[in-house]
């Protein structure tokens, strides 16, 4: 018989580093010994958020009796807390985004799900012309094909008859919602190996408010599902090594990049998980996920070739007229402030392309440029003994590349929903960081804590996305400068009622052009 004071170190696999009178001693344990960490773990979950029943394991080792009742009452236990867990994290989404579903349509919502004939009845006709025609079809020059996307609109739409009545599309972009969070609980567990610790970083992601751009607008649908063919790709490339497992995977990753482009992402997280955890490459996978990129290229070439070239317009993205490495100094500056939302989302606004131009001599991108060097500094320097901290600063940086403007400039300057996926790396380390303190009494404390803040503030984020007025009149005091904004609710309130509204929405519009008057007339005209 032997005993062991256990610590378990995240994804540390079947090595713990432990700290037993100050010195510190490697232990090898067997797979049989990680199931019997599992019982007391899943014995230490309950549905609510009570103490726990542990500070440090202590596990006795007896014999291989023993050994074989564990693992029969791990099988017994486990699957079930797991599902309480499940329970608890949909009923802590739902209490975050109930709210929602009464909502309208604002901005994009309104447009896509409205006025675009496709969706409105199945039939060959619509169907071949989801597949052929761009996202944004009959307006050419989008540069987008995201076909997955609009099917399931056509769903909501035509199949389950929703129609025009928004109550559906935020019902189903709830239960996207709800379905990527038990994703993320399942990878938090592989990452934190405990059940609570999983449970926490699962419900901090639920909840953030930065991605109720992505949930409680409609037009999220394809953050939503690209971030779940991300996850789920991601979970099945680690657990699954059958040999239809490639096979899955294409289909995933597939549906993926033809739901957003930056599911593309996926081959570069599995090859983040093999140098982050000493995983064998499974090429056959690799190939799989590389040939869903080739097919997306191929189609959107066919379905994209022919059409203009897509020109943002300068007020979208004003990184598209500056020089290169003022584009990429203004973007680091932008991926700076995504950190601090992430930290302190309490300044929220649905228009970002305001971004001034950043010169060399801009704090911010400077203070932004010690903060990413920073975390990357400490995440290579710590790599040989803290692989999570290295999986989340990758897995940040890999997610948030695409919209980043540090690669490709985009569409857009900066946008909350962007953040959708790489919030998940957040949500992991900052509930990982908080275990790591001796008492994890004070880690439970500040993540109650942060799990109310938060979710006030998304309760309370919803309703600016009932319509186009209330969402101006909501992010305008955030965006004073956004010209869009000020557009958007002229146009609103000269709409509802123009007698009423008449002296504000010249007031208005007249603070939109005195936005856009200074701009040549080319960055200007299409507005």
Not at 20 to 32: C, E, K
Request: charged letters at 15%; a positive charge.
């Amino acid at each position: 018989n032997s005993a062991a004071m256990v610590n378990e170190n995240a994804v540390a696999g079947p090595h713990f580093a432990d700290r037993a009178d100050g010195l510190r001693v490697r232990h090898a344990i067997p797979n049989s010994v990680l199931l019997a960490l599992q019982i007391v773990d899943g014995i230490g979950l309950g549905v609510g958020f009570g103490q726990e029943v542990f500070h440090r394991c202590s596990i006795i080792v007896c014999h291989n009796a023993f050994l074989a009742r564990s693992r029969s009452r791990s099988k017994a236990l486990i699957p079930g807390s797991k599902w309480r867990v499940r329970a608890v994290l949909l009923l802590i989404a739902l209490a975050t985004y109930g709210n929602s579903f009464g909502l309208g349509l604002a901005q994009d919502s309104k447009t896509i799900v409205t006025a675009d004939a496709r969706v409105q009845a199945v039939s060959a006709d619509n169907i071949k012309a989801i597949l052929a025609k761009n996202y944004w079809w009959p307006k050419a020059g989008d540069g987008l094909y995201r076909p997955v996307t609009t099917l399931s609109l056509l769903f909501n739409y035509a199949v389950l008859g929703n129609g025009p009545n928004p109550a559906g599309y935020h019902v189903v972009n709830f239960i996207l919602h709800a379905l990527n969070v038990w994703l993320v609980y399942e990878l938090a567990l592989l990452l934190l190996r405990r059940p609570r610790p999983a449970f926490f970083a699962a419900a901090l992601w639920a909840l953030h408010p930065i991605g109720t751009e992505a949930v409680t607008n409609i037009v999220g649908r394809a953050d939503l599902l690209a971030a779940m063919s991300v996850l789920g790709g991601l979970l099945l490339y680690i657990r699954n090594q059958s040999r239809w497992a490639p096979m899955a995977l294409f289909a995933i990753a597939t549906a993926g990049v033809f739901a957003k482009e930056n599911a593309a992402v996926l081959i570069g997280l599995m090859l983040l998980w093999d140098l982050s955890f000493g995983g064998k490459p499974r090429w056959q996978s690799y190939a799989a996920v590389a040939a869903s990129l080739v097919i997306l290229a191929v189609v959107r070439h066919a379905v994209l070739g022919a059409l203009p070239p897509a020109e943002p317009p300068y007020v979208d993205n004003p990184l598209f007229r500056a020089d290169f490495w003022t584009a990429r100094w203004t973007a680091i500056k932008g991926v700076g402030l995504d950190l601090w939302l992430l930290l302190c989302p309490a300044i929220l606004s649905c228009d970002r392309s305001q971004v001034t131009l950043s010169t060399w001599s801009d704090p911010w991108a400077w203070f932004s440029l010690l903060a990413i060097v920073a975390i990357l500094a400490v995440a290579l320097v710590r790599y040989r003994s803290d692989r999570l901290i290295f999986w989340a600063a990758g897995f940040f940086a890999i997610a948030i590349l695409p919209t980043s403007n540090l690669a490709i400039l985009i569409g857009a300057a900066m946008a909350e929903r962007f953040l959708y996926l790489p919030s998940v790396a957040f949500a992991v380390i900052v509930t990982a960081l908080l275990y790591r303190l001796k008492n994890e009494q004070y880690a439970k404390v500040v993540l109650i804590a942060l799990l109310a803040l938060y979710g006030l503030r998304t309760i309370a984020r919803n309703p600016a996305w009932n319509d186009n007025t209330s969402l101006a009149l909501a992010d305008l005091p955030n965006s004073p400068r956004s010209f869009r904004l000020h557009d958007m609710l002229a146009k609103e309130l000269y709409d509802s009622d123009t007698r009423a509204n008449i002296d504000r929405a010249i007031q208005e519009e007249q603070a939109a052009w005195n936005l856009l008057a200074p701009l040549p007339a080319r960055e200007s005209t299409s507005f």
